[in-house]
């Protein structure tokens, strides 16, 4: 019996330790028992025989419990072209999982998120459907405005529209974070989505691109604080101190209104001459006074300032990539080299 005990504890061991839990039914310490019925007393064997059967019993049992234990880690799949006791090196690999990678879009997003948050925005989403007042309206396009026209909006026969711009969600985002001003804190959200444009499409232009718009709202913010902290981002994001510089421009939604630029950062310079010195970002500027108004912020205590860039610019300058067109073309070959 004592042997008996020895052969259990060494298999229950062996038994940890190997991968095919089957193997242990033909271990050697099973032969060794059972070539050792020949020692025993004859009228102990059937004693002795019995525990050995016993024993096996047991081990049996073990390996039903391995077996539970590995279909509770990984589910069978009743579709799957191969048998569940195909090993996972044999089974074919149909989607080609491991050479799957971040969409170079997806990935520069998260980038620049990470600026805006590490610096106190919210982030927020905007919406691929949206109507008139929340594109034009809210934003102090009057109708028939000449600037509507712009935007080469899609429409859709019940009159909603394909957002042309991220600004599409500023009267929203004022709303839902008004609360905060009474607080003493500032309405501070960025949003990256994509929006689209009904235009010819070339190597610039594609239909469907990524914008980040970006609103900081508080009292006595000024033209300072809207560069403070598009430079702020800029540097962090180039790792370099760059210049500023805003221009003249106009949009509805902003008084006054500019378009940024910057010193061409040295991972994007070609060469010195000073048309390649500045590149043009965007637009932003403050908040005009109705568009605070509309979304029942008041313009005499509160004011703020607002941007918006497109992103795939970004990463073509970044990349060296010639044609926007390439981002929607779901071309893997194109996708692959961003690893
Ligand atoms: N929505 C503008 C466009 O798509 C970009 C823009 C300009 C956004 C100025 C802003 C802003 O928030 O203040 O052309």
């Avoid at 059972?34 to 024993?55: M, V």
């Avoid at 949206?130 to 809210?138: A, E, G, I, L, R």
């Avoid at 990256?192 to 914008?211: C, G, I, K, S, W």
């Avoid at 912020?297 to 860039?309: I, L, M, Q, R, Y």
């Amino acid at each position: 019996m004592k042997q008996i005990e020895t052969a259990r504890a060494n298999l229950r061991r062996k038994f940890e330790k190997i991968e095919d839990k089957n193997a242990i039914l033909k271990d050697s310490e099973f032969k060794a028992l059972f070539d050792g019925i020949r020692g025993i007393e004859p009228d102990k064997r059937s004693e002795y025989g019995k525990a050995i059967n016993d024993l096996k019993t047991e081990v049996k049992s073990w390996i039903e419990e391995s077996d539970e234990q590995d279909n509770e880690k990984e589910p069978i799949d009743v579709t799957a072209p191969w048998d569940v006791n195909t090993p996972k090196e044999k089974r074919p690999n149909f989607f080609n999982t491991t050479q799957g990678s971040i969409h170079p879009i997806t990935r520069e997003i998260s980038d620049i998120v990470d600026i805006f948050q590490r610096m106190g925005f919210v982030v927020e989403e905007s919406r691929e459907i949206d109507n008139d007042y929340n594109m034009f309206t809210s934003l102090n396009f009057p109708l028939g405005h000449p600037a509507r026209d712009d935007y080469d909006t899609f429409n859709t026969d019940e009159g909603l529209i394909a957002p042309a711009h991220t600004s599409t969600m500023q009267n929203r985002l004022l709303k839902k974070y008004k609360d905060n001003l009474a607080n003493e804190e500032p309405i501070a959200v960025v949003v990256p989505d994509r929006v689209f444009r009904n235009e010819d499409l070339d190597a610039t232009h594609e239909h469907t691109f990524y914008q980040i718009e970006g609103i900081f709202v508080a009292k006595k913010v000024n033209v300072g604080n809207l560069i403070a902290t598009l430079s702020a981002f800029m540097n962090d994001y180039f790792a370099q101190n760059l210049e500023t510089k805003l221009q003249p421009f106009y949009f509805p939604f902003t008084e006054p209104s500019f378009e940024f630029a910057i010193e061409r950062p040295d991972v994007l310079k070609k060469n010195d001459s000073e048309e390649q010195k500045w590149l043009e970002l965007g637009g932003c500027g403050m908040i005009h006074p109705n568009v605070l108004f509309e979304a029942g912020v008041d313009p005499k205590t509160s004011s703020g300032f607002a941007f918006g860039f497109g992103i795939e610019r970004m990463v073509m300058m970044k990349n060296g990539i010639e044609d926007i067109r390439h981002f929607e073309s779901a071309n893997l070959k194109f996708l692959r080299q961003f690893k």
